[in-house]
């Protein structure tokens, strides 16, 4: 299938404005035919124009189509090492004096990574005097989002957590963890989509999107980046994912603290 060359691709995009979906135009070419060939194949079309009729007569496939769409493959301190260089960095920044931390997770899935912004941030915390924390989390899958406000994950999700970090923020609810009240409080989620939203509550002091980009094309992970770094404060962390990189005017406005670890610093 040559997405460029499908008539059917306009009438697609047509066909999904106002459907709870990433805009299609953000995604790399190939990312975006895999995953349509994905829904294509199991609807038996091979156009699509036809797909199209898929889901004008079948509703329910739209959301099929969300979920091939989006990724969703996530879990506490992903990728520890990453998070133990952002919980060193939030120590020494400028406005540690504040009484406000603000952070967000964009692209936020089902809530892990949002509950260990908050959880770093409450870590780097501990030992200053009390400040508010607050992290929003933010996904465009409205499904994920129910599942981040419960707030109970199996045990396997927090497989990277220190032990001590995790009875601190977690406890035992049967086979499953369930995240504590006053962390909770700390986190509140809301749908949003990346490639068409505004940030939902700058400025912040820390944007963690990771492993999200790598799906888009590049003038769209440019677009992104600039409304990160709008959202962001002068002297601010931006974390990405381990094979994600700087493009565009975000490398002339972010400072590398660790690039091994994809941790940027907003320059004043």
């Known amino acids: 299938m040559n997405l460029a060359a499908d008539p059917g691709l ?76 952002l919980t060193e960095e939030l120590s020494g920044v400028e406005w540690q ?28 915390s501990r030992s200053r005097p009390p400040v508010v924390i607050r992290v929003d ?13 419960q707030g109970r ?13 995790r009875d601190r923020w977690t406890t035992v609810k049967g086979d499953q963890r369930e995240v504590v009240p006053q962390l909770r409080s700390r986190v509140r989620f809301g749908q949003h989509d990346l490639g068409r939203e505004p940030p939902p509550a700058a400025p912040y002091d ?3 999107c990771r492993n999200v980009l790598i799906y888009f094309e590049r003038a769209s992970q440019e677009q992104v980046l600039e409304r990160f770094l709008s959202a962001l404060r002068p002297g601010g962390l931006l974390l990405l994912g381990k094979v994600e990189m700087l493009v565009g005017p975000a490398r002339e406005m972010l400072d590398t603290v660790d690039g091994r670890e994809r941790l940027f610093r907003r320059r004043p």
């Not at 964009?106 to 509950?115: M, P, R, V």
């Open 137 to 149: 989390g933010t996904d465009v899958d409205a499904d994920c989002l129910q599942v981040a406000r």
């Open 97 to 124: 004096q504040r009484a406000t931390w603000s952070a967000w997770s964009a692209g936020c899935a089902s809530g892990e990574e949002a509950y260990t912004l908050a959880m770093a941030l409450s870590e780097a």
């Open 153 to 165: 994950y199996p045990e396997r999700a927090l497989a990277e957590v220190l032990p001590e970090v």
């Open 206 to 208: 820390v944007i963690a």
């Open 10 to 85: 306009p009438l697609l995009m047509r066909r999904l404005e106002g459907e709870a979906l990433p805009s299609l135009a953000m995604y790399k070419d190939k990312c975006l035919q895999r995953r349509l060939a994905v829904r294509m194949r199991a609807c038996g079309v091979g156009t699509i124009a036809d797909y199209v009729g898929v889901l004008d007569a079948h509703p329910g496939e739209v959301e099929r189509l969300r979920q091939a769409l989006t990724i969703n493959v996530t879990q506490f301190y992903r990728n520890p090492e990453a998070w133990r260089r």
